[in-house]
């Protein structure tokens, strides 16, 4: 958060430290998303396992990976907005997160 010449933190400045804060704190989805994520891992290795004896048809095992790959898929874009979510709450802080110039990316 960037404080003006008088030591005044803006009403902007201090919504989105406050809405960064919040983003940082309200994952919870993650965790439930992770375990989801192994109980369908778990439900692939069973349908592989009744398949390999028989005794289910492989559409079940087609089934299971498509589940496994959607929560797959929903963990990482979770993880994605939680590091997002994590650096602009830095860059709210006023830590002067600047990405690196091109001059010195060129020595």
């Known amino acids: 958060m960037d404080v ?25 989805t993650l965790d439930e998303e992770v375990a989801a994520l192994a109980s369908a891992r778990r439900a692939l290795a069973i349908a592989n396992h009744r398949y390999k004896a028989g005794v289910e048809q492989y559409l079940e095992v087609i089934v299971a990976q498509t589940s496994e790959l959607t929560h797959e898929q929903t963990v990482i874009q979770l993880r994605g907005q939680r590091l997002a979510a994590s650096v602009a709450l830095i860059k709210s802080l006023g830590a002067g997160w600047k990405p690196a110039s091109t001059a010195s990316l060129e020595r």
């Open 4 to 28: 003006n010449t008088n030591g005044v933190v803006t009403l902007d400045e201090w919504r989105q430290f406050d809405m960064t804060l919040w983003a940082t704190n309200h994952f919870n």
